[in-house]
């Protein structure tokens, strides 16, 4: 079973809609997650980090963290041709992360 | 904003040849790392490093690599006797004195070609 485990992509979706990107996790000790953008040829960005259960929102992102089910996502809301990267689920324990596969969302105009 | 600094951006080195990549990370972060992505792959982390000592290595991190903070400023990643597999984007990151838990800021990248 992998650690960190993102829904397959490629992921579509229209200018203006929701994308919901979905990660797993397996390591019940982990401490705190992250959602990183990684644009084609350059490196991981952070852009939301959630350390307790429920929902953190920043601007048009939201994430949400259920530790029982091992379940993070993150929301993105109005969704710009910008938005257009893959997002790589991180889980952070033991003072080091470990990152999914990614999932690459394309937002056509 | 504060940035992690690598160098080269680029480095192609002929298989068996030593490889020292460069990093400058952010000057109040303690805590420092390397990862590697391979065309196409996930992010995998290398090792950790805390007080001028290893705190974590992976299963990736054998014999070939070393790491080292030479004057304070500066971190470096070795890899002695470079081999066609370690063909990769080498990130450096680097974070806040709580050891990663509230993430990473990540350098441009070197990217390896072993040929």
């Known amino acids: 079973q992998k650690e960190v485990e993102q829904n397959s992509g490629p992921l579509s979706v229209p200018e203006g809609a929701i994308a919901s990107l979905n990660c797993t996790y397996s390591?019940?000790?982990?401490?705190?997650f992250f959602w990183y953008r990684q644009y084609s040829g350059k490196s991981p960005e952070l852009i939301m980090s959630?350390?307790?259960?429920g929902d953190k929102e920043d601007g048009r992102f939201t994430a949400q963290l259920n530790k029982a089910s091992q379940y993070v996502s993150l929301l993105i809301r109005d969704s710009q041709p910008s938005d257009s990267a893959t997002y790589l689920c991180?889980?952070?324990?033991?003072?080091?992360?470990?990152f999914g596969d990614g999932t690459t969302l394309t937002v056509k105009p | 904003e504060p940035e992690v600094t690598q160098t080269p951006s680029h480095q192609v080195t002929q298989m068996g040849q030593e490889v020292i990549l460069r990093c400058v990370p952010i000057?109040?972060?303690?805590?420092f790392y390397w990862y590697r992505q391979i065309l196409g792959q996930k992010v995998e982390f290398l090792v950790s490093?805390?007080?001028?000592?290893?705190?974590?290595k992976s299963e990736i991190f054998d014999d070939q690599f070393s790491v080292e903070r030479p004057d304070g400023s500066n971190f470096t990643l070795k890899i002695r006797s470079t081999k066609l597999e370690d063909s990769a984007m080498y990130f450096c990151?680097?974070?806040?004195?709580?050891?990663?838990?509230?993430?990473?800021?990540f350098g441009s990248g070197t990217r390896l070609t072993v040929v």
């Open positions: 990151a680097s974070s806040d004195k709580t050891g990663g838990n509230y993430g990473y800021t």
């Open positions: 390591d019940r000790g982990s401490q705190s």
């Open positions: 959630i350390y307790s259960n």
């Open positions: 991180a889980v952070n324990s033991a003072g080091k992360s470990t």
């Open positions: 000057s109040n972060h303690l805590y």
């Open positions: 490093f805390y007080n001028n000592e290893i705190s974590e």
